[in-house]
């Protein structure tokens, strides 16, 4: 059965100066603060998130379901996944702006398996989590995994 999901962003003003909000159905994100400013600087330290920033965790957390579900059929053991996701905004080399791409890195505690096995199963959940198969042919994806 298909769930939906569901938030809702309000825009306030002209873009460069303009502020908005970000809130989530499920009340994790509540009036999030949102500004251009973030959007093209992306420092963090303003307390402002942006879609590119919202894209990267949704990016990280499907990637690290669809490598845990591949490391247990897999034979994997007492595994544990650090997963960051750095999506990258700029201008497009056609113009305007837009989301270049996504590089997954993964440090993963799995026993059972070797380097090798990781990143073949890395570069499978890369392809293949329903977030990376939304960005396909639009965004450049790439994963680096290594065992700790």
Avoid: Y
């Avoid at 400013?37 to 894209?55: A, I, M």
């Avoid at 073949?120 to 995994?145: F, G, H, R, T, Y």
Wanted: proline share 3%.
């Amino acid at each position: 059965m298909a769930t939906v999901h569901e938030a809702t962003a309000t825009w306030q003003g002209d873009l460069p100066s303009g502020t908005g909000t970000v809130t989530t159905v499920s009340g994790v994100l509540q009036s999030a603060a949102t500004s251009w400013k973030e959007r093209t600087e992306g420092t963090g330290r303003e307390g402002r998130t942006s879609p590119e920033e919202l894209l990267a965790a949704a990016h990280a957390s499907c990637f690290s379901m669809a490598l845990s579900a591949r490391l247990a059929k897999a034979g994997a053991t007492s595994t544990k996944l650090e997963v960051t996701a750095k999506v990258t905004f700029g201008a497009m080399p056609g113009g305007g702006n837009g989301v270049a791409s996504s590089a997954l890195t993964v440090r993963a505690t799995a026993g059972g398996i070797d380097a090798a096995k990781l990143s073949e199963l890395a570069d499978d959940a890369k392809e293949n989590c329903p977030i990376s198969k939304a960005l396909a042919a639009n965004v450049a994806l790439s994963v680096e995994a290594s065992l700790v």
